[in-house]
């Protein structure tokens, strides 16, 4: 049994121990937070049965093995980085950190301390995905793919009311890219790895994050476009055309249908069954690596070239 304690007490938080409750070697038993009564309030809420304000005090407790952190992006690498030279396992809510550097010296360490990290990508960790990657292979040399994750969040009538918001606090690795487009990016890595040059402009807010963007990948004969927004809504589905046909499916963070239409006139569909809450995929992972089962050296190449597609976007602005 993984005994796990959460950091931070965000929704993605409850999204998590709702997906966790379905993972039998997986024990949620404390939340973090440096609020003591947010923590209590927020343990009692979610039905946990401890709740602290004392890191430190967290990580060397021996009754904690692994620690979920969902902090705002910016302090992702020093909470996890704490976290690991303390012996503890880590499972990173995306971005896992904001840089491509951050990242190698968080699993650097980690392996100099015999624990596990992994990033929280749910999208990559789901079966559907995966299955999609394995169609791919149908549509004859591909050309050209467009990934989309555009969902207007509430929060950002905060930000236009004049409020500081985490999520869109450039300070603390928030806005769009990183909230929404790093999804985009993670689906265009696993299905075609690192592009080999990447451009982008972004939609500047009140307080200087990007609340919407475009990128678009080069690759050898192939181009990937990428759009994420946080202040814009988009139900349009995800497209990779290849010379024989094309494919679409519903969702980058969470497939469940996808159609093949190739040039001859077939047409195909796919159904694609799995929990409602997919953040069980990324949580089973974590627990076949921690006990041995799985090597992440394949999610730590994936990661690290998310980020660097990150980098190459940066912070531009539009014109």
Do not use: W
């Not at 890595?189 to 307080?207: K, L, M, Q, T």
């Amino acid at each position: 049994m993984i005994r796990m304690a959460t950091i931070g007490t965000s929704s993605i938080t409850r999204t998590f121990l709702d997906a966790a409750s379905a993972v039998d070697d997986v024990d949620v038993t404390t939340v973090y937070s440096r609020d003591a009564d947010r923590a209590a309030t927020f343990a009692a809420e979610t039905s946990i049965a401890g709740s602290t304000d004392d890191l430190d005090g967290l990580l060397s407790s021996s009754t904690i093995d692994a620690v979920y952190i969902a902090s705002p992006n910016g302090i992702h690498a020093e909470q996890a980085m704490r976290a690991v030279r303390a012996g503890k396992h880590v499972l990173l809510e995306k971005p896992a950190v904001p840089t491509t550097a951050e990242f190698t010296a968080l699993v650097d360490q980690a392996r100099d301390h015999g624990v596990v990290v992994l990033e929280g990508m749910r999208n990559v960790h789901d079966p559907a995905l995966r299955a999609i990657k394995d169609l791919i292979g149908s549509l004859g040399p591909v050309r050209r793919a467009s990934f989309s994750y555009c969902q207007r969040s509430a929060r950002y009538d905060k930000v236009l009311a004049g409020e500081r918001v985490n999520i869109f606090d450039p300070a603390l690795a928030g806005g769009a890219l990183m909230d929404l487009g790093v999804y985009a990016i993670s689906a265009m890595v696993e299905f075609f790895g690192r592009p080999r040059r990447v451009v982008g402009a972004s939609v500047p807010i009140a307080g200087g994050a990007d609340g919407a963007g475009s990128a678009l990948a080069m690759y050898d004969g192939l181009v990937v476009d990428l759009s994420y927004s946080k202040i814009t809504a988009s139900q349009r589905p995800d497209e990779i055309q290849g010379e024989l046909g094309t494919l679409t499916f519903d969702h980058v963070a969470q497939p469940t249908a996808a159609q093949i239409r190739l040039h001859d006139g077939t047409v195909t569909d796919h159904a694609f069954d799995g929990p409602a809450n997919n953040m069980v995929h990324e949580i089973r992972r974590f627990s076949e690596i921690i006990s041995g089962a799985a090597d992440p050296t394949v999610d730590h190449e994936r990661t690290a070239g998310v980020l660097d597609v990150v980098e190459m976007i940066g912070q531009p602005q539009v014109g």
